[in-house]
């Protein structure tokens, strides 16, 4: 299985920009699709983006759209995550996933096998 691991995360004002990334060892970050998730405290885990093996596709959560965008770099093993206009209810801990990549475009946590540790972010008001 993949290992992940989050940086990036921090504090932020709200209106500000953050960018996380994933770094991938262990297998090849090109066999996976790969998302990203986050839990805001006292709620349960949410879909964010999803991106395919190959970087072509992607899909959003409402709430982030036009404002997220996830990227990849196969070469480097690593996911990206811009983040712009940051709000409050942005806040959570961030978690990148691995799956199989014919998984497709999937938003379905239970598609995604390998998880970081996750990497917090707080926007401020």
């Known amino acids: 299985q993949v290992q992940l691991v989050e940086s990036g995360g921090g504090l932020v004002q709200a209106g500000g920009s953050l960018r996380l990334s994933c770094t991938a060892s262990g297998r090849t970050l090109s066999d996976y699709v790969m998302g990203w998730f986050r839990q805001a405290p006292g709620k349960e885990r949410e879909f964010v983006a999803t991106?395919?093996?190959?970087?072509?596709?992607?899909i959003y959560a409402a709430s982030v759209k036009g404002r997220f965008t996830i990227s990849r770099d196969n070469a480097e093993n690593t996911v990206y995550l811009q983040m712009k206009s940051l709000k409050p209810d942005d806040t959570g801990v961030y978690y990148c996933a691995g799956g199989h990549w014919a998984a497709g475009l999937t938003d379905d946590p239970a598609e995604f096998r390998s998880w970081g540790q996750g990497t917090q972010v707080t926007v401020s008001s």
């Open positions: 991106i395919t093996w190959d970087g072509d596709h992607t």
